[in-house]
T-cell receptor, first 113, second 114 residues
Framework: KQEVTQIPAALSVPEGENLVLNCSFT??????LQWFRQDPGKGLTSLLL?????REQTSGRLNASLDKSSGRSTLYIAASQPGDSATYLC????????????FGKGTRLSVIA | SQTIHQWPATLVQPVGSPLSLECTVE??????LYWYRQAAGRGLQLLFY??????ISSEVPQNLSASRPQDRQFILSSKKLLLSDSGFYLC?????????????FGNGTRLTVT
């Protein structure tokens, strides 16, 4: 059974700092991993989808890496801003194919001005 | 471009009352559709998903049900709400073509059962 863990549960950093959010999953036979952002009281916004054949995916100040063999992914945020404050969730398909995603509980990020 | 609409945004209902939450997707055909629930401290829980009209897969045995009466419409229902049904309900869709289609969410419905 696929399980996704995100550590830490919460993180507070000063503005301008570079930071890394971690995601681990138990079944490495995945086709992709997706990172989301959730603002309080809102739905999830897709940030990046990284395919199993890729090692990295970048969008602006965000960079996601994927190491399937070790069951790990990281989301790197460069030069953090107060507007980056949100909960970040990662998710993987629960088994092979186009199957529903299993989510981690997220990391709540606060960027202090 | 594709958009997803979910309503209502907020709902307060008494215990034992019925429930109907609606979700529609525009700009795509035959999407995979999902209902998730997010409870405080428990993460996202998959409730139902559908790969086509009338095709519903249920993930959790409880007093909720889902229906897909049209290609891009997904409805979450209950005949009698319980206090434990309170939570944040999220509808999502994904293009069925290909294994690497990203999942997209609506803005959610905050349900409080009193």
């Amino acid at each position: 059974k696929q399980e996704v863990t995100q550590i830490p549960a919460a993180l507070s950093v000063p503005e301008g700092e570079n930071l890394v959010l971690n995601c681990s999953f138990t079944d490495s036979a995945i086709y992709n991993l997706q990172w989301f952002r959730q603002d309080p009281g809102k739905g999830l916004t897709s940030l990046l989808l990284i395919q199993s054949s890729q090692r990295e995916q970048t969008s602006g100040r965000l960079n996601a890496s994927l190491d399937k063999s070790s069951g790990r992914s990281t989301l790197y945020i460069a030069a953090s801003q107060p507007g980056d404050s949100a909960t970040y969730l990662c998710a993987v398909p629960r088994n092979s194919g186009n199957t529903p995603l299993v989510f981690g509980k997220g990391t709540r990020l606060s960027v202090i001005a | 471009s594709q958009t997803i609409h979910q309503w209502p945004a907020t709902l307060v209902q008494p215990v034992g009352s019925p429930l109907s939450l609606e979700c529609t997707v525009e700009g795509t055909s035959n999407p995979n559709l999902y209902w998730y629930r997010q409870a405080a401290g428990r993460g996202l829980q998959l409730l139902f998903y559908s790969v086509g009209i009338g095709q519903i897969s249920s993930e959790v045995p409880q007093n909720l049900s889902a229906s897909r009466p049209q290609d891009r419409q997904f409805i979450l229902s209950s005949k009698k709400l319980l206090l434990s049904d309170s939570g944040f309900y999220l509808c999502a869709w994904r293009d069925p073509g290909g294994r690497n289609s990203p999942l997209h969410f609506g803005n959610g419905t905050r349900l409080t059962v009193t």
